[in-house]
């Protein structure tokens, strides 16, 4: 077994103004997500559970029909399949967690991350 920290993980420059960190395992991706204020994730899905942690700063999310500020403490589950995205409304750091892994990241398939 491997230990880590975040800080051994090197970070993927999505967009000037986000980074991620991830961590695949067998049937679960962790990902670290540095959203700087202004980054947008645009609209998508994924057949992925997800639950989103706001450790630091604030994001608008619009999930589905619903729209709601997440703030630093607070954690929401997205259902697999339904439509989200967000934006930080000041510099933000994100926790998710992902099942299944998220076998689209590992293809390179993540374009909606990859927008300012």
């Not at 933000?92 to 992902?98: K, S």
Request: proline fraction near 3%.
């Amino acid at each position: 077994m491997k230990i880590q920290t975040w800080n051994d993980i090197a970070e993927e420059q999505l967009n000037p103004l986000a980074g991620r960190k991830a961590l695949h395992g067998t049937a679960i991706t962790v990902a670290h997500f540095r959203f700087d204020k202004g980054n947008k994730v645009a609209s998508h899905h994924h057949i992925n559970d997800q639950v989103t942690i706001v450790e630091k700063g604030a994001v608008r999310m619009v999930v589905g029909d619903e729209e709601f500020v997440l703030k630093a403490g607070q954690m929401v589950h997205v259902a697999p399949d339904i439509p989200h995205g967000n934006e930080a409304l000041e510099d933000t750091v994100i926790m998710e967690l992902f099942s299944p892994i998220r076998e689209d990241w590992i293809k390179g398939d993540d374009s909606y991350l990859r927008q300012k």
